[in-house]
């Protein structure tokens, strides 16, 4: 059974930075990729960040790239998303997930297998 609990949303100013966090109960939480994905009201689920089971590779959607970091931390099993450059856009639930296919984090059509419950991240301008 593996359990994500995401932490760190808020309300934040446009400009303003949040880190999420994702705690990982699983036992071998080191050969799970693992992702980040928003939703907002009315719409589909959108790709955010994801990072490989080493933390060796990362792959960000073209939104937040160059403002948001995804990173991990093996021995804690925890996963982050800082964010910074907040932009009223960036306004959505937010969701931890874990793959544990082993296929590579830019596999066309990769489906991740366990998700988080979310946390709200709000941003006003």
């Known amino acids: 059974q593996v359990q994500l609990v995401e932490s760190g949303g808020g309300s934040v100013q446009a400009g303003g930075s949040l880190r999420l966090s994702c705690a990982a109960s699983?036992?071998?939480?080191?050969?799970?990729?693992m992702g980040w994905f928003r939703q907002t009201p009315g719409k589909e689920r959108e790709f955010v960040a994801a990072?490989?089971?080493?933390?060796?590779?990362?792959l960000y959607a073209d939104s937040v790239k160059g403002r948001f970091m995804i990173s991990r931390d093996n021995t804690n099993k925890r996963v982050y998303l800082q964010m910074n450059s907040l932009k009223p856009e960036d306004t959505a639930v937010y969701y931890c997930?874990?793959?544990?296919?082993?296929?590579?984090?830019?596999?066309?059509?990769?489906?991740?297998?366990?998700w988080g419950q979310g946390t709200q991240v709000t941003v006003s301008s």
């Open positions: 990072i490989s089971w080493s933390g060796d590779s990362t």
């Open positions: 997930a874990a793959d544990e296919s082993g296929l590579r984090i830019d596999y066309p059509g990769l489906e991740y297998d366990y």
């Open positions: 699983v036992y071998a939480f080191s050969t799970y990729s």
